[in-house]
């Protein structure tokens, strides 16, 4: 963006995580594991799905210092409860590790070009468009077999068998990444038991700079998902420091848009127009440290307190200011 009264060039940030990033390298420097949360709005040059926003209101959480699935849990957790606070409950949780397609991008000696393509068409899951990208790279049949799998390879607890099975041959990085995987499972089966779990290895929003388990939430009706998280352990090295890394993010502005729940304001407390009177200003203040909602009446003012969104007044009794239930 150009600046119009000086004419320098001026930046937006498309994303929370490299400056969260960075506070970490190189404000806080601490050698133990480090939890930031975030909240501010974003700029996107193209909107998210149908009907998304170019300016979301990202939230977030991150957590640097530790490598294990602990941490990814950690940060899943929180995810699905940030969720449940916003009244969600149908929702399910694709789970996958975007380390299963680099070691077998790798392995194919894909070039940086045709991973790219491979990587696109793998998120619309278009198989012929795959077959053939892998045959005009001239990739060798077991590699080729085994990449196309990915496509394949999404649904309940059982995939990470068929992946098993289908990875055989592949090399020592592909099954760490599936070893990984299963653990992951394992414990969000546990931890997370009422949360319908679906599994997918063509799962690879973020790859650009994750490195590992990836995580999304998805609810029907919605055609892209409505939170979404995992682990870049690369994030840092842009700012000198690498550091294992986890995390996840959402738009308060889409959670907030399919919540179940009124966003209401709660009832206020009507007061009488100001005077000068200091009891009536110490209950005011007293109310409203409480937090309490406090509306003057202004002189003159037309309608009844109901109108302006209040349930009470306060009105003087016996000489004392008291609240009472408008009505009454």
């Known amino acids: 963006i150009i600046d119009q009264y000086t004419g320098r060039l001026m930046g937006g940030r498309a994303d929370m995580t490299p400056q969260v990033a960075r506070i970490d390298a190189h404000h806080l420097k601490r050698e133990t594991p480090v939890r ?12 998210h799905g149908f009907a998304g926003s170019r300016n979301p209101l ?7 210092g530790h490598a294990g699935i602990e941490s990814d849990m950690e940060m899943l957790r929180l995810m699905v409860k940030i969720l449940r606070v916003v009244g969600l ?9 975007v380390g299963i397609f680099r070691a077998l991008s790798r392995e194919a000696q894909l070039s940086a070009a045709h991973e790219g393509m491979l990587f696109d068409a793998l998120q619309r899951k278009a198989r012929p468009e795959i077959e053939a990208l892998l045959a005009d790279a001239n990739v060798a049949s077991g590699h080729r077999r085994r990449l196309i799998s990915l496509v394949e390879l999404n649904g309940g607890k059982e995939v990470l068998e068929e992946a098993g099975r289908a990875m055989k041959e592949a090399g020592p990085m592909v099954h760490t990444a599936l070893d990984n995987l299963r653990k992951m499972a394992e414990a969000a089966q546990c931890q ?5 779990l679906h599994y997918d290895l063509a799962e690879l929003r973020g790859y650009r700079y994750q490195s590992g388990v990836v995580f ?4 029907p009706g919605q055609s892209h998902e409505i939170a979404r998280g995992g682990r870049y352990d690369e ?11 986890t995390g996840f993010s959402a738009d308060l502005k889409t959670l907030l848009s399919i919540s179940p729940r009124r966003q209401a304001r709660a009832p206020g407390i009507m007061a009488p127009p100001w005077s000068d009177d200091e009891a009536l200003r110490q209950k005011i203040r007293a109310l409203r440290e409480r937090g309490e909602r406090v509306i003057f009446m202004l002189p003159g003012q037309c309608g009844e307190p109901v109108a302006m969104g209040c349930d009470r007044r306060i009105e003087q009794r016996n000489g004392e200011w008291v609240v009472v239930p408008c009505g009454s």
Not at 216 to 219: G, M, S
Not at 235 to 245: E, S, T, W
Request: glycine share 8%.
């Open 58 to 64: 990202q939230i977030g959480a991150e957590l640097y």
């Open 216 to 219: 999304a939430a998805f609810a």
């Open 192 to 196: 997370l038991a009422t949360i319908q």
């Open 89 to 97: 409950e149908h929702f399910h949780i694709d789970l996958g590790h």
């Open 235 to 245: 994030i840092g090295r842009l700012f000198g420091r690498p550091r294992p890394a």
């Open 36 to 47: 930031l949360c975030y909240v501010d709005a974003v700029l996107r040059t193209r909107q």
